[in-house]
């Protein structure tokens, strides 16, 4: 797929730079949105940043489409993704309570892959999660991709309840619930850090682009790092 | 020095111009449903734009003034008191300390704004005093207001009572055509459908709510079922599986992967706001140059818009 800009609304454009999911497209969409911010400046409104493309929201009072689609033209076409780009970002290692009392689906999800729940843990810790996107509620990061022997399709009823700090699987995607809140994915443990924290600075302890790695904690070290069973 | 809430009503929010600037970690806009109420009420109050208010869905507002100052009450049709004597909308309204102000239930559009001289004084999370239940942030702890609230505002002598002349007046009608920017995935639907869609009849259902208008009428399809997960500007019409459109407002999701056929301009929406279900939308296209055209006359309006001094 080539590079396409869309109209997307009265004040936005949608720049697509891919159709799949890839850490060397995620790069390029972050690269672009660092890009735009500094071409736009004061007629930047907002952005977001998903697996392929980049919604760029701009002051229609202060600049037209014509300027945005033009200052985004001229920043693809320098745009030149290098090794470099594609693993930046920072590196942030989660710990994971995985149990069947803290992940309600960890059991079915093994027994339907055909592994032991042990074998689920040990392949979604060997795994290195690139943060796609966010958004869904307040500090909900996409992680991906998920080991293929370990991906599970949404549940056909979602949950009423999932518990703040949830780990869970849809698909090859995987994230960390940031606070209590209906959800369809399949849980599978429980991290005991806060997603999202509007009192601390930073807010969240990952952005996209970053690099997350989860980290198997028995039931007494979630509880020292202040974890909760609710 | 504050109004104390006696009674919130069924959904009473504080609300600023919104939240912008915050969606890469996921927070959305929020702000008032219907800007245009909104930017009239701060104006007829000699306020900045954007500042503090209190959106007022369906009405049931009890506030009682502990402070001297000045009130004004614009947007949907909704009986207005003060110390029990009836009050016009549209204008700014002196009250005292002890005084009673109270808003019964809307007869016409269904979201008031009340705003008092200098705002109120929220303290701003995330830049923004707006409220957004679904993420708990803004307004008082993120959440509608509560009897007992105290909301903080100064102390107001000196201000000429300011009134917008009723033949400027919006009126709300329970049918709104709402014009559409075509993009996003606008090319995934045939002709057919997208001939459907702008000539078709829908209604508000009863899933509508400040993250979105869920429409019933004639299914659309699109070629596609799902996409990857990509932003979503206010006012995107998403078109799910099922075919009914859902216009997607201040509290959207910021990502989401469902086809959108376009986005409706901002002035429409706001008039959107106003409906209750059963109310009757219709669809028009229009390019993006016209948008901008119609956002600046728009602009234009509310600052130019005259207003007139209450006859003392």
């Known amino acids: ?45 907002d952005l977001v940043p998903s697996y392929a493309s980049l919604l760029v929201i701009y002051d229609p009072l202060l600049t037209d489409h014509f300027h945005v689609q033009q200052a985004i033209r001229s920043v693809l076409l320098t745009l030149d993704v290098t090794e470099d780009a594609v693993t930046q970002g920072n590196r942030i290692t989660l710990p994971v309570y995985y149990s069947a009392e803290s992940g309600a ?9 055909g592994l032991t729940p042990e074998d689920v ?41 999932v518990p703040r700090g949830a780990v869970a699987i849809a698909d090859r995607q995987t994230a960390v619930y940031p606070a209590v809140s209906p959800g369809g994915w399949n849980l599978i443990g429980l991290c005991p850090l806060r997603m999202f924290d509007p009192d601390s600075n930073p807010t969240m302890p990952v952005a996209v682009g970053d690099i997350v790695c989860f980290e198997s904690v028995d039931r007494d070290q979630f509880f020292a790092l202040g974890g909760e069973l609710s | 020095m504050s109004m104390r809430v006696i009674q919130p009503g069924l959904l009473s929010l504080i609300q600023d111009g919104g939240r912008h600037g915050k969606h890469n970690i996921g927070l959305t806009t929020g702000g008032p449903m219907d800007g245009q109420a909104f930017a009239i009420c701060n104006r007829l109050l000699g306020n900045e734009p954007g500042s503090t208010l209190i959106e007022i869905s369906f009405g049931g507002l009890q506030l009682e003034a502990q402070v001297d ?3 004004c009450i614009t947007g949907a049709e909704i009986p207005l008191t003060i110390n029990g004597q009836d009050a016009a909308l549209w204008q700014s309204h002196r009250v005292r300390a002890g005084d009673v102000i109270a808003l019964e239930f809307t007869t016409a559009g269904c979201r008031a704004y009340l705003g008092v001289v200098g705002g109120f004084d ?44 009723l033949e400027h007046q919006p009126r709300y009608h329970d049918s709104v055509t709402v014009r559409v920017i075509p993009g996003y995935q606008q090319s995934h639907f045939s ?15 009863d899933r509508c709510d400040r993250m979105g208008y869920r429409l019933e009428g004639p299914a659309i399809d699109c070629g596609i079922s799902g996409i990857l997960s990509e932003g979503i500007c206010h006012g995107a019409i998403q078109i799910p599986a099922d075919g009914q459109p859902i216009v997607l407002l201040n509290d959207r999701q910021t990502i989401g992967g469902y086809p959108k056929i376009g986005s409706a301009l901002s002035l429409d929406t706001h008039a959107l706001a106003q409906l209750r279900p059963g109310g009757k939308v219709f669809f028009t296209p229009i390019s993006t140059h016209a948008a901008h055209n119609a956002l600046h006359l728009a602009n234009s309006y509310i600052l130019r818009q005259p207003i007139r001094e209450c006859p003392p």
Request: aromatic share 8%.
């Open chain 2, 191 to 205: 002709r057919l459908q997208q001939r459907r869609f702008f000539s078709s009849t829908y209604e508000v259902s």
């Open chain 1, 121 to 161: 843990i040990r392949i979604h810790c060997e795994q290195e999660y690139r943060v796609y996107a966010i958004g869904f509620a307040p500090g909900f990061a996409y992680l991906g991709e998920v080991d293929e022997r370990i991906a599970a399709p949404r549940l056909s009823t979602p949950r009423q309840r």
């Open chain 2, 69 to 71: 100052t000045f009130v």
């Open chain 2, 122 to 165: 929220i303290p701003q999370s995330f830049g923004s005093s707006a409220t957004v239940m679904r993420e708990h942030i803004g307004g008082l702890n993120g959440e509608k207001l509560h009897s007992g609230d105290q909301l903080p505002c100064a102390t107001v002598t000196e201000h000429r009572c300011k009134q917008l002349p």
């Open chain 1, 105 to 113: 689906d960890l059991l079915t999800l093994a027994a339907n892959s």
């Open chain 1, 1 to 45: 797929m080539t590079t396409e800009i869309h109209s997307a609304g009265e004040n936005s454009l949608i720049v697509y730079l891919g159709d799949s999911t890839s850490p060397s497209v995620s790069a390029r969409v972050q690269l672009t949105a660092q890009r735009v911010t500094h071409a736009l400046g004061d007629a930047l409104i």
